[in-house]
C-alpha cells in the first residue's frame, strides 16, 4: 500500500529527533531520518532511543517516519544492516529508504520499502522495475521534466507505488548515485555517505587548445532547487510525494521550508481535490520565506526544459538579498542607506558584498545603530577591523545573508498544529458523559457520577459548559464545535468537566494509536521481472554478493563491481550530469545552430577542469544532452586500499582478483 491517488504527502528532513518533531509540528506529513548506521549522511545518526521519540510524536498525528538505509554495503556489513533494519520496524518506524539491491535478498522485517535517489531512476522502464521488485515509494531524479515524470507515472500503478520529488533545497550535480569523483581523489565515497563535495570547488576551465574560458568559477555548482511555482504542474504530472533536502540543516531551515511548502500544499488542498497524508492543521506564529535560510540562490533546474541559469558558479556561499548602500567609512564603522526604509539592522546579522574580483565577502555586524531614521541610515561596526575589507567602498551594493532578528523567531516556539474534533456533552442516568469525535472518526468518551443540580442562570451556565469543555490548549486537538444534549441547564463544577475532558482525551488518544495502520510492505511480481538491462557496468553500485545475486535473479547477465571495489584504475567517467558547462558558458553547438558566422566552429569537444593538481576532462555526449566528468583514480587511494585490505580484509563483491 503506498499514498492513495488523491493524497499529498509533504516530506521533510530531520538531523536529528528534535528537528524531527518541529518539522512534524511545522506540518510535514513524514519526515525522513537517519539510524544508528548506514544512511547517505554519515554524520547524521541517531539512536533508536531518539527514533522511538520521534516516531511516537509522529504518529499521533498520523504522520510517518521513514529511515534512512541508503548507503551501499560490503558483505560483511550486511548482518549489521539486517539488524539495524529489525532495530527500527520494532521502533516503529514506517519505512526504510534504500539504494543497495542487495538488502531484498536478505531476512529484512515486513517493513515498507522506498527507493533512495541514489538508485538513479530516470527512466519508466526502471521505476516500473522497483515497483515490481516491492518498492513502494519511488524518488525519481531531479533532472527530470514533467513530460518525462508524467510518463513515469503512466508506466507505473499509482496504487502500488508512490511517486517523490524534490521540490526545495541543494542539489547535487551529478545524477544522485553517479558521482565518484570524491572516492578517485579521497578515498572517501558518496555512495557510503561521505562525500567530499568537489563539485562546489572552483576550477579553471580550458578548452582543447589549453586557451582558459574561465577562472576560478565554481562550474559544477548548482543553484539550490525551488518548486514553489510548481507544485501544481508537478501534481498534474503524478508526484505525491514532495520531498525537502537537507538532514545535515539546522533547526530554522527545517521549520521555515516546511512552513512554506506546508502553506502552499494546504492551499491546493483546500480546493477540493486532494487531501493531507496526515491530520490537523498548522498554523504559524511567522510569514514562512525560503530567502530567509542559507541558500545559492534558486533554480526550478530541469523541471520546464534545460534552462540557461541554474548554476552558483561565482561562489557557494550566500549571497543574501540586497538591502542598500555604502554611503560613507569611518575608521571602526560604515554607513549604510538602506533601500526600505522600514529595514531594521540587528547586532549579528550578517552583510556580504562583491568585491571587485566577484568574489563574496562576508561582514558580521557586531554592533549598528541607525543614525538618521527618515533618511534610513544605519552606521554600521563590524566585528572585523573595516580596513581589512577588501574594496569596501562609497556607492558599494550591500546584502544580508542572515538577520538574527529572524534566526531568533524560529529558535523559539512558532507553530501549533491541533486536529480538529466534535465534542457532546450528555447528561446520563448519573451524571454526565463526554464523546470527542476527531477529523479522522476515531471517538474518545469518558463518564463521570455527578448530581444533576439545576442551574441559577440557563443562559449564563450553557456559556460556562461551552467555555470550560472548549480548553484543549494543552493538547493536540482544537475544537470545531460543541454540542449540549441535555434536558435543561446544570450546573457542572469546573473540575468535573476538566476531569471529564481530560478522561476523554485520553480515551481519543488511545483509540488514535490503536487505530493507527503501519504501511504494509509491497510483495514482488514473481517470477522475478528481468532488469531493464542485461549488462551492469561500475555505474550500478552492486558491493556485495546479495547484490550480486539480485541482479542475476532479474536476468543480468554481465555484473561489473561498485567503484569503490577499485577495479576501475583507468580513465572513467566521474560523475554523469545534465548540467551542462559549454551550455552555461553559451558555448553548445546546439546554441550555435543556425546562427550566421558560426557554422561547424563550435565542437563539442572536451574541456578540462583544474583545481590545483586535479585535473578532470568535460566529455559532451550531445544526443541525451549529458556531460561527462572523466578522470582517474588516485594511485595513493589504490595505495591505501591496498594496504587497508592487507590490515583488515574486508569482504565485497569484486570481479577480479585482489
Known amino acids: 500500500m503506498s499514498l492513495l491517488p488523491h493524497q499529498l504527502e509533504l516530506l521533510s528532513p530531520a538531523r536529528d529527533a528534535d528537528i524531527g518533531i518541529a518539522a512534524i509540528d511545522h506540518g510535514a506529513d513524514a519526515v525522513y531520518i537517519g539510524g544508528p548506521a548506514f544512511g547517505a549522511r554519515a554524520s547524521a545518526g541517531n539512536d533508536i532511543r531518539d527514533l522511538e521519540r520521534l516516531i511516537a510524536h509522529a504518529h499521533r498525528f498520523g504522520s510517518r517516519i521513514f529511515v534512512t538505509l541508503n548507503t551501499i554495503l560490503r558483505d560483511d556489513e550486511l548482518e549489521d544492516a539486517r539488524g539495524m533494519a529489525w532495530q527500527v520496524y520494532e521502533a516503529g518506524a514506517d519505512a526504510l529508504i534504500i539504494q543497495d539491491m542487495g538488502l531484498l535478498e536478505i531476512d529484512l522485517p515486513p517493513i515498507q520499502l522506498h527507493a533512495s535517489t541514489q538508485t538513479d531512476i530516470r527512466t519508466p522502464e526502471k521505476a516500473r522495475f522497483l515497483q515490481d521488485a516491492g518498492l513502494s515509494q519511488i524518488v525519481i531524479a531531479r533532472e527530470l521534466d514533467l513530460k518525462q515524470i508524467a510518463a513515469i507515472r503512466a508506466a507505473t500503478d499509482p496504487a502500488r507505488t508512490t511517486i517523490e520529488f524534490f521540490v526545495h533545497g541543494a542539489l547535487c550535480v551529478a545524477y544522485s548515485g553517479q558521482c565518484f569523483i570524491s572516492h578517485a581523489h579521497t578515498g572517501r565515497s558518496a555512495n557510503r555517505g561521505d562525500c567530499n563535495q568537489a563539485c562546489r570547488l572552483p576550477y579553471e576551465v580550458l578548452d582543447g587548445a589549453g586557451r582558459i574560458i574561465a577562472h576560478e568559477k565554481h562550474v559544477l555548482s548548482m543553484k539550490d532547487n525551488n518548486q514553489s511555482d510548481n507544485l501544481r504542474a508537478l501534481i498534474d504530472a503524478g508526484v505525491r ?17 516546511t512552513a512554506h511548502y506546508r502553506k502552499l500544499l494546504d492551499e491546493i488542498v483546500e480546493e477540493g481535490t486532494y487531501t493531507r497524508a496526515s491530520s490537523g492543521r498548522t498554523t504559524f506564529s511567522f510569514t514562512p520565506d525560503p530567502d530567509q535560510n542559507f541558500n545559492r540562490e534558486f533554480t526550478d533546474y530541469f523541471v520546464n526544459g534545460r534552462q540557461q541559469d541554474i548554476g552558483a558558479f561565482d561562489t557557494p556561499k550566500q ?61 554600521v561596526f563590524p566585528k572585523d577591523d573595516v580596513h581589512g575589507f577588501k574594496d569596501l567602498r562609497k556607492g558599494l551594493e550591500i546584502n544580508r545573508n542572515r538577520d538574527m532578528d529572524w534566526v531568533r523567531t524560529l529558535d523559539k516556539k512558532s507553530s501549533e498544529r491541533r486536529i480538529g474534533l466534535w465534542a457532546e456533552l450528555a447528561e446520563t442516568a448519573d451524571g454526565f458523559a463526554l464523546t470527542l469525535t476527531d477529523e479522522d472518526g476515531f471517538i474518545g468518551s469518558a463518564a463521570i457520577v455527578q448530581p444533576h443540580q439545576p442551574a441559577s442562570d440557563a443562559a449564563r451556565a450553557q456559556g460556562q459548559l461551552r467555555e470550560q469543555l472548549a480548553r484543549f490548549g494543552a493538547t493536540i486537538f482544537a475544537v470545531n464545535d460543541i454540542a449540549l444534549t441535555l434536558t435543561q441547564p446544570w450546573f457542572v463544577p469546573a473540575s468535573a468537566l476538566n476531569q471529564l475532558r481530560r478522561d476523554a482525551v485520553a480515551a481519543l488518544e488511545d483509540a488514535r494509536a490503536k487505530g493507527f495502520v503501519r504501511l504494509q510492505r509491497a510483495a514482488p511480481v514473481e517470477p522475478p521481472v528481468p532488469f531493464p538491462e542485461d549488462t551492469l557496468t561500475y555505474l550500478a553500485n552492486v558491493f556485495n554478493h546479495k547484490a550480486h545475486d539480485f541482479y542475476l535473479k532479474h536476468g543480468v547477465k554481465v555484473i561489473a563491481a561498485a567503484y569503490e571495489a577499485k577495479e576501475e584504475e583507468g580513465e572513467v567517467s566521474l560523475m554523469i550530469t545534465k548540467h551542462c558547462v559549454r551550455y552555461s558558458m553559451s558555448l553548445c553547438p546546439k546554441q550555435a545552430k543556425g546562427v550566421i558566422g558560426v557554422k561547424g566552429t563550435i565542437r563539442a569537444e572536451p574541456l578540462q577542469l583544474i583545481n590545483g593538481k586535479e585535473k578532470l576532462k568535460l566529455v559532451f555526449d550531445c544526443k541525451p544532452c549529458e556531460m561527462h566528468v572523466v578522470g582517474r583514480m588516485k594511485k595513493s587511494v589504490i595505495a591505501q586500499h591496498q594496504r587497508e585490505m ?13
Open 241 to 257: 510525494s514532495f520531498k525537502i533536502e537537507g538532514r545535515y540543516k539546522d533547526l530554522g531551515y527545517v521549520k521555515n521550508i
Open 319 to 379: 549571497p543574501g538579498r540586497a538591502i542598500g548602500w555604502v554611503t560613507q567609512l569611518g575608521d571602526k564603522w560604515f554607513e549604510l542607506e538602506v533601500g526600505d526604509k522600514s529595514t531594521v539592522l540587528h547586532n549579528g546579522d550578517g552583510l556580504c558584498y562583491w568585491d571587485l574580483q566577484k568574489e563574496l565577502v562576508g561582514v558580521h555586524i557586531n554592533r549598528a545603530e541607525c543614525v538618521a531614521p527618515k533618511k534610513g541610515i544605519w552606521r
Open 646 to 658: 592487507r590490515e583488515h580484509p574486508l569482504q565485497f563483491y569484486r570481479t577480479r582478483p585482489v
